[in-house]
Nanobody
Framework: QVQLVESGGGSVQAGGSLRLSCVAS????????MAWFRQAPGKEREGVAA????????DYADSVKARFTISQDNAKNTVSLQMNSLKPEDTAMYYC??????????????????????WSQGTQVTVSS
């Protein structure tokens, strides 16, 4: 069982920034699928950003491209989501997820939640106008 603990949510005004971090109990610097998803009230959960650690695979939802950046910190077993130029429509519960092995010997699910096996409990991000 993989434990994912996230931090960094909160409230911010439109145009501001927040950084979410997710520490994984099991993590490899290469070949681990990690992603951020979000769910707003009354809406379906959607993929925001995904990374295959150590590789070139990174996916972003169109709605966050050029504003959000997903990155890894191998020394801390952490994947982070830097969120800039936040908009009220970014308001949601954000979840960190870990999927199967990716890269040359794995499968890349990108932003498809069906490929992710382990999930964090979620952190609220609220952006006011």
């Amino acid at each position: 069982q993989v434990q994912l603990v996230e931090s960094g949510g909160g409230s911010v005004q439109a145009g501001g920034s927040l950084r979410l971090s997710c520490v994984a109990s099991r993590y490899t610097s290469s070949g681990t699928s990690m992603a951020w998803f979000r769910q707003a009230p009354g809406k379906e959960r959607e993929g925001v950003a995904a990374i295959c650690t150590g590789g070139s695979n990174k996916d972003y939802a169109d709605s966050v491209k050029a504003r959000f950046t997903i990155s890894q910190d191998n020394a801390k077993n952490t994947v982070s989501l830097q969120m800039n130029s936040l908009k009220p429509e970014d308001t949601a519960m954000y979840y960190c997820a870990q999927g199967p092995r990716c890269g040359p010997w794995g499968v890349w699910y990108g932003l498809s939640e069906h490929g992710y096996l382990y999930w964090s409990q979620g952190t609220q991000v609220t952006v006011s106008s």
